[in-house]
């Protein structure tokens, strides 16, 4: 089984839904985040977490929202989707001593 | 600011050649950590290598190397005899401390295309 999942793996919504991407890992690391992929613009950061109550807001914040229900989730929300949110986002996990970080899948989400 | 450029969009190479994958960061700290991710077209990352600022030795792992310059701020990577299955998107990656936190900053990737 992967270490990290996904899920969906893909998905195609509307303009002005609501929609969750979620996260799951079983490799025991505190840290998680999520990114998003563009072509040409490798991955930038929107939320990141070193714990259950902790919460960070990476360089592109900005539409989204998170959720660390538990050590091993962590939940993406965008609340009213928008076509530019058109992406492939990477869930990852970390540990705190040497910071490499593992990925998930990834989640193809396309906002027409 | 931190940066890393990764001035190669894409590179195309027939089978069996070496090739070489260019990174330059830029970063004020003097603790920081680079990456190599490999991105294949089935679109997960795989981790590669993580090397720390400290540690300038060159690195080997079968027909990967990486070599790490301080002096250019470079951390290159080289595939030797290439092989199809190569063919990916290459990520280069920096991280450092900043408040006792670790954020990666990813370069823009080189497309890697290798022929038979």
Redesign the interface.
């Known amino acids: 089984d992967a270490d990290v999942t996904q899920t969906p793996r893909n998905r195609i919504t509307k303009t002005g839904k609501r929609i969750m991407l979620e996260c799951s890992q079983t490799k025991g690391h505190d840290r998680m985040y999520w990114y998003r992929q563009d072509p040409g613009l490798g991955l930038r950061l929107i939320y990141y977490s070193f714990d259950v109550k902790d919460i960070n807001k990476g360089e592109i914040s900005d539409g989204y929202s998170v959720s660390r229900q538990a050590q091993a989730k962590f939940s993406l929300s965008l609340e009213s989707a928008i076509p530019n949110q058109t992406a492939l986002y990477f869930c990852a996990t970390g540990l705190a001593v040497t910071d490499t970080q593992y990925f998930g899948p990834g989640t193809r989400l396309t906002v027409l | 600011a931190q940066k890393?450029t990764q001035a190669q969009?894409e590179i195309s190479v027939v089978e069996k050649e070496d090739v070489t994958l260019d990174c330059v960061y830029e970063t004020r700290d003097t603790t920081y950590?680079l990456?190599w991710?490999k991105q294949p077209p089935s679109?997960?990352?795989?981790?590669l290598i993580?090397r720390n600022s400290f540690d300038e030795q060159n690195e080997i792992s079968g027909r990967y190397s990486w070599n790490f310059q301080k002096s250019t701020s470079s951390f290159n990577f080289t595939i030797t005899a290439s092989q199809v299955v190569d063919s990916a998107v290459y990520?280069c990656a920096l991280?450092e401390a900043v408040d006792s936190?670790?954020?990666?900053i990813?370069?823009?990737?080189t497309r890697l295309l290798v022929r038979p």
């Open positions: 890393v969009t950590y990456f991710y679109g997960e990352l795989v981790f993580r990520f991280s936190s670790y954020k990666l990813f370069g823009s990737g």
